[in-house]
């Protein structure tokens, strides 16, 4: 299988497995009032964005050479990832904002619906899942692109962890408040990787070199 259509197909994978987990989070984090399950939600949606932003760059990827673009396409790989980062930071700031307006609101929090631990425990599972199949097949390709969005995936992991951790306090200690403080640590947990993710694609858009180990390596080779 070409390298275009293995990216199309996880792609598309990847879309469709987001979408699920994104609708039922984002439902039942409004049903259940929790607003780290909604943000959590959220950030699913971001992922939905980034595979379908990828299934485009895949077919951009695929052109030829032209007069215009004598050495190809490749580069746009490295854009979308650095599109693929302002997105995944624009859904922290997002939640971080939301988080602190919550934290310092006058309302009176209700305890979530026991309803968002099981949805929570059900996405730990399905972005596990989708963010080894990413990875594995961003290394067999050497896709910098697949490989950003498995490691998006794994922090969503950690993420929706964070959520489950969250919420069992929050039904333990009896404090709404628990579920609002998790939201605010995901948020720059999000932030942090979307930043990471941002530099590390100035390595490939600027020719450099991410292991300069290389250079011993070539000169023991030489001599």
């Given at each position: 299988?070409?390298?275009?259509?293995?990216?199309i197909?996880?792609?598309?994978?990847?879309?469709?497995?987001?979408?699920?987990?994104?609708?039922?989070?984002?439902?039942?984090?409004?049903?259940?009032?929790?607003?780290?399950?909604?943000?959590?939600?959220?950030?699913?949606?971001?992922?939905?964005?980034?595979?379908?932003?990828?299934?485009?760059?895949?077919?951009?990827?695929?052109?030829?050479?032209?007069?215009?673009?004598?050495?190809?396409?490749?580069?746009a790989?490295?854009?979308?990832?650095?599109?693929?980062?302002?997105v995944?930071?624009?859904?922290?700031?997002?939640?971080?904002?939301?988080?602190?307006?919550?934290?310092?609101?006058?309302?009176?929090?209700?305890?979530?619906?026991?309803?968002?631990?099981?949805?929570?425990?059900?996405?730990?599972?399905?972005?596990?899942?989708?963010?080894?199949?990413?990875y594995?097949?961003?290394?067999?390709?050497?896709?910098?692109?697949?490989?950003?969005n498995a490691?998006?995936?794994?922090?969503?992991?950690?993420?929706?962890?964070?959520?489950?951790?969250?919420?069992?306090?929050?039904?333990?200690?009896?404090?709404?408040?628990?579920?609002?403080?998790t939201?605010?640590?995901?948020?720059?947990?999000?932030?942090?990787?979307?930043?990471?993710?941002?530099?590390?694609?100035?390595?490939e858009?600027?020719?450099?070199?991410?292991?300069?180990?290389?250079?011993n390596?070539?000169?023991?080779?030489?001599?």
């Open positions: 299988m070409s390298r275009e259509k293995i990216l197909r996880t792609s598309w994978i990847s879309t469709i497995g987001n979408a699920v987990l994104s609708v039922s989070k984002i439902i039942v984090g409004l049903l259940a009032g929790s607003l780290a399950v909604l943000g959590d939600g959220i950030d699913s949606a971001t992922d939905v964005i980034i595979s379908v932003v990828m299934i485009f760059t895949a077919r951009i990827m695929s052109r030829p050479p032209s007069k215009k673009y004598v050495f190809g396409y490749e580069k790989e490295s854009i979308a990832t650095k599109i693929l980062s302002l995944i930071f624009y859904a922290g700031v997002q939640m971080l904002l939301s988080s602190v307006e919550s934290i310092f609101s006058d309302e009176v929090k209700e305890i979530p619906s026991a309803i968002a631990i099981y949805v929570t425990v059900f996405s730990i599972a399905g972005k596990l899942l989708l963010a080894l199949y990413q594995k097949q961003g290394k067999k390709i050497n896709s910098s692109m697949l490989t950003a490691i998006n995936m794994r922090n969503d992991v950690i993420i929706s962890s964070g959520v489950l951790l969250g919420l069992i306090f929050t039904f333990i200690f009896k404090l709404p408040i628990l579920d609002s403080i939201g605010l640590i995901i948020s720059l947990f999000i932030i942090k990787s979307s930043i990471s993710i941002f530099m590390d694609s100035n390595v858009l600027m020719d450099g070199v991410k292991d300069v180990n290389i250079y390596k070539i000169f023991e080779a030489v001599e």
